[in-house]
């Protein structure tokens, strides 16, 4: 079945450390991949995505590559900071319209960031 | 503009007992989505609604159920309470039913606790 698999967290870094999440997906069809973030005590925000292979998102210093080769969507930021601190979500989403209309989600990586 | 709203925000019912969610999508908006967050994990798809039928239905018990309204508001509910049910409940929003090239907006959540 349809599946996301992010690395396992919590992952802590210094401030201005590299970032890297990495996400990988199994999926049948053309998916669209997505990052979300989720503050505490909040809902999820779409950090980025990406519709099709070999497209980037990018968004707040934030990038991932839509590799189709390595069915991966790695999250990658060059200098964290300590508002970065949050719980973050790889998650794809089928494009057919005679499927459900739903987001599959990893089970999330809470990220500490050290001031 | 506002966002997803959802009510209430925390909530603390007992085993066996009913529970209403409410979802309000943003202005224009006419599928709503449903999803289950336990601690810890990432979000799971519940259900979807579009133009007040329902198009997708994920992997939970008949306990669960929804409905849309003309406003596009939304209503989930949960009968017969398990402590298991205990969640943050998250609605979502999209324009149309575009499966991949819309973004879905979430709410904050509605945090259920069962005891």
Known sequence: GDSVTQMEGPVTLSEEAFLTINCTYTATGYPSLFWYVQYPGEGLQLLLKATKADDKGSNKGFEATYRKETTSFHLEKGSVQVSDSAVYFCALRLVAMNRDDKIIFGKGTRLHILP | ?115
């Open chain 2, 1 to 115: 503009d506002a966002g997803v709203t959802q009510s209430p925000t925390h909530l603390i019912k007992t085993r066996g007992q009913q529970v209403t969610l409410r979802c309000s999508p943003i202005s224009g908006h006419k599928s709503v989505s449903w999803y289950q967050q336990v601690l810890g994990q990432g979000p799971q798809f519940i259900f979807q609604y579009y133009e007040k039928e329902e198009r997708g239905r994920g992997n939970f018990p008949d306990r669960f159920s929804a409905r849309q309204f003309p406003n596009y508001s939304s209503e989930l509910n949960v009968n017969a309470l398990l402590l298991g049910d205990s969640a943050l409940y998250l609605c979502a929003s999209s324009l149309t039913r575009l499966a991949g090239y819309e973004t879905q907006y979430f709410g904050p959540g509605t945090r259920l606790l069962v005891l």
